[in-house]
């Protein structure tokens, strides 16, 4: 087999994939892809022509930067409000990070005294514009200030996690928590950048446990002496951040999270409001019934164990996929955990948290199913797989079509990693349903074959729009979108009786993106210049397929409610947990 093409597997489940000398593991989505009709040939096709496109590339070490610079480059007061808040009402009500009160007084003392200002809060500071700039579409930040603050974080963190320093730290201090709570900050403000480029080694999740474990933060902080309650409770929500993210890099990269131990899951954050505590707090405050500002972690926090077993059962390759029972049980328990959580968040919090949540949660249903359904045509007994799996990439993918309406939206837009993975493994899960015609001819289903494939059809043409825009912005990876223009193409051919050119297809979606990235195209890719990229001929030379079947999804689609918390049920008037209502932020807004 030619060694460049992606490796086949004739196994009963995906077990990964070998790709250019690299392995992407089975929860990967090219691992799923590689199953896909037409999946080979469609990839040594878009291989023949990388050529006419950028690819992802990772970059060393840019000029240093100094505390001087990135104070110079920390925008008007009244810009890093905004991207504060945005910040706030997005990452930070689901994945604490920060006790935003003390970041509050922080930023207050720093318009003061701006010479004043630590390093340390320099640098978180930058971190969460970074990040609230990707949800402020009405602020205008420079790709260089932001470029500049993620940077000058990556090189402090080079600088502090020398061997030397680690060694001579203090790392129950306050110093040695500031210093994780910078590389989580880092690690959210990469993953909301689809341009970002990326160091290899250094900053990447398993290192963020290893420096985390280093401080002392997978200890129980009580059994930690001279520790204050603030430094306690700051602590237990770091790490539990700290599992979660190092948890969905794993997932994302296929691979099992080998730093994080479902053992070892540490104590709860305490159910309190950020305002129930300070640094002065010398008893423990009473924990709240009632929803606050770290209920969601919590919630998250107990369903940890459960979604890293799923991970480890799914991408140890070293041992034989984990026997279908055992893969049952596990669904069934990530599901009470999803419902749950939902049961807790839905009507108090904003759609952002919860559709956060969902990912969170969800993706390790799809992970856990996808294999499985593979074989459901040969083996009824997957069909309940192969029914989980096409839902759940239903309700992902649903969220995709507003991409310029909410923060959600945004971020699979513009985000990377986990924001960028899941959505391409749903679309290829549907792309594989809807090229096997045999779920849409039972004689139970085909009074609904109309509307059921047409949904995930639309479903699928709405992502590629997502991802064409994606390019626009800068994105350099294409292969989602060449790949499953690809199918599409297919798809809409076989619909009308007519087969396709491969080789034209591949080569006019590649010309596509080669335009886009050039920014010859100031708009992305309408519906006629979309079934123009993917073009389809018969073998008589006939066109096939019609604009319809490129046509962009313009409503949201109702899915199962046991996988997702439908619109109809979100409170648009609720106020995020995190948020300008809060009493406490009133002086941060109005600049006292």
């Not at 990707?134 to 000058?152: E, H, N, R, Y």
């Amino acid at each position: 087999m030619n060694s460049r093409l992606i490796e086949r597997r004739d196994s009963f489940t995906a077990r990964g994939t070998f790709l250019r000398g690299r392995f992407y593991g089975p929860s990967h989505w090219i691992s799923f892809y590689q199953h896909l009709p037409h999946a080979e040939s469609d990839y040594a096709l878009y291989q023949d022509h990388e050529s006419l496109v950028g690819s992802p590339s990772t970059v060393g070490s840019l000029s240093r930067t100094n505390s001087w610079k990135l104070t110079d480059m920390i925008p008007s007061r009244e810009v890093s409000n905004q991207l504060v808040l945005a910040y706030f009402r997005t990452f930070e009500s689901v994945l604490r990070v920060l006790h935003v009160p003390s970041f509050i007084r922080g930023c207050q003392q720093y318009w003061k005294a701006p010479q004043d200002a630590r390093e340390e809060f320099l640098l978180q500071l930058g971190l969460v514009m970074a990040i609230g700039a990707t949800f402020s579409p009405q602020v205008t930040v420079g790709d260089q200030c932001i470029a500049l603050w993620i940077d000058s974080a990556q090189d402090w963190l080079r600088d502090t996690l020398t061997e030397a320093n680690i060694n001579n730290s203090d790392t129950t201090s306050s110093s040695g928590r500031e210093m994780v709570q910078i590389f989580c900050l880092l690690v959210e403000a990469r993953q909301t950048r689809n341009t970002a480029k990326k160091r290899p080694g250094l900053i990447s999740a398993d290192s963020l446990v290893r420096a985390a474990e280093h401080v002392g933060l997978h200890i129980d902080p009580s059994k930690l002496p001279g520790l204050s309650f603030f430094e306690q409770e700051t602590r237990r929500r770091l790490w539990a951040t700290v599992q979660e993210l190092a948890l969905q890099a794993a997932v994302d990269e296929g691979r099992p999270s080998l730093p994080l131990r479902i053992d070892d899951n540490g104590p709860a954050p305490l159910n309190l409001a950020d305002e129930q505590f300070d640094t002065h707090t010398t008893i423990t405050p009473l924990a709240r019934d009632d929803f606050t500002h770290t209920s969601i972690q919590i919630a998250l926090h107990k369903s940890f164990p459960i979604r890293l077993a799923i991970a480890s059962a799914i991408n140890d390759v070293s041992n034989d996929v984990c026997p279908y029972e055992q893969a049952l049980e596990m669904s069934s328990r990530i599901m009470a955990e999803s419902r749950e959580v939902f049961a807790q968040i839905q009507g108090r919090d904003s759609a952002f948290a919860v559709r956060l949540c969902e990912l969170l949660l969800h993706r390790f249903l799809l992970t856990l199913h996808a294999p499985f359904a593979l074989h459901a045509h040969a083996d009824p007994t997957r069909y309940y797989s192969r029914k989980v799996a096409t839902e759940v990439a239903t309700s992902i993918l649903r969220h995709c079509s507003h991409v310029d309406t909410d923060d959600f939206a945004r971020l699979l837009r513009q985000g990377s990693e986990m924001f960028a993975h899941v959505p391409v493994l749903a679309a290829s899960i549907l792309c594989y349903d809807l090229a096997d015609a045999e779920p849409f001819s039972s004689t139970l289903v085909q009074v609904a074959l109309p509307v059921a494939r047409t949904s995930l059809q639309k479903l699928v043409e709405a992502y590629l729009h997502v991802l064409s825009l994606r390019i626009l912005g800068g994105s350099e990876e294409v292969r989602p979108y060449v790949l499953l223009s690809a199918q599409l193409a297919r798809i809409a051919a076989a619909q009308a009786g007519q087969t396709i050119d491969n080789r034209l297809v591949i080569t006019r979606t590649m010309q596509l993106c080669q335009r886009m990235q050039r920014g010859q195209s100031a708009e992305p890719p309408t519906k006629g210049q979309q079934v123009e990229s993917a073009l389809t001929h018969s073998s008589n030379g006939d066109s096939a397929g019609s604009g319809d079947s490129f046509a962009l999804m313009t409503q949201s689609l109702s899915s199962d409610p046991t996988f997702d918390i439908g619109a109809e049920h979100l409170d648009n008037g609720v106020s995020n947990s995190l948020s300008e209502q809060d009493s406490w932020m009133i002086g941060f807004l109005q600049n006292e």
